[in-house]
């Protein structure tokens, strides 16, 4: 994605808010449409009985892992927010039994941690305390402290904007051990701007309507290449 601008220019970010996201089908037809010299010779077949709104679970098909830290819907339906910690030094939970749902790090307080976030008061999650030990990836073999999270309402759990949230609070509460991998995040993000707002100490409202205009922008350009209602 980052190899063409324009498209990241339209993006901003990511990940793209649900209500923004693309099909694989429809996302091959605006890439060939619009950023390749030589087209591709693209057809496209559709779905027969999806709707854009539908989760996976309401599909009737079984689920199939299509990575080994992507074991369920449930890591699916945080991992847009939570990849956003593979930029920084907290664990997003690879090396345990639920990737990208637990994260933290050996300097952390769970109980702590998940007082603050859920003091917060997020829309559809609820955070629990948890110590885990990966035993691979990040902090492999040392035992860390942390939180889990469950969504309480996955139509009003917004997985980017909590990850943001999490960033910003572990961040203020941890500022001698919380680090940036500076390079990484911006990758995950195709942006820095989200993270220097987070340096900053910008309200995350504010750094969200920063990139509410590329969506926006990015809404009306995929709409010719949207196979789904």
Request: hydrophobic share 35%; net charge negative.
């Amino acid at each position: 994605m980052l190899e063409y601008p324009e498209f990241s220019s339209f993006i901003g970010l990511y990940p793209i808010p649900e209500r923004h996201g693309m099909t694989v089908g429809e996302l091959a037809l605006m890439i060939n449409e619009r950023f390749h010299e030589k087209k591709a010779d693209l057809t496209v077949v559709p779905m027969q009985g999806w709707r854009r709104g539908m989760w996976f679970d309401e599909t009737g098909l079984p689920w199939v892992i299509p990575s080994p830290n992507m074991p369920t819907l449930d890591t699916a339906t945080v991992y847009p927010g939570q990849v956003c910690l593979e930029g920084t030094n907290v664990s997003e939970g690879r090396g345990t039994t639920r990737p990208f749902e637990i994260f933290g790090a050996p300097w952390i307080d769970g109980y702590e941690l998940a007082r603050e976030l859920n003091e917060l008061g997020l829309p559809g999650v609820y955070f629990r305390e948890t110590w885990f030990t990966p035993s691979f990836s990040k902090f492999s073999g040392e035992p860390c402290g942390g939180a889990q999270v469950h969504v309480t309402d996955r139509n009003s759990y917004r997985p980017f904007e909590t990850a943001l949230r999490v960033v910003k609070t572990i961040r203020e509460m941890y500022p001698d051990k919380f680090q940036f991998h500076a390079d990484y995040f911006d990758k995950v993000m195709g942006t820095a701007t989200v993270r220097d707002g987070l340096e900053k100490g910008l309200e995350i409202t504010e750094i969200v309507r920063g990139y509410e205009p590329n969506l926006r922008t990015f809404a009306e350009v995929r709409k010719p290449y949207l196979l789904y209602e």
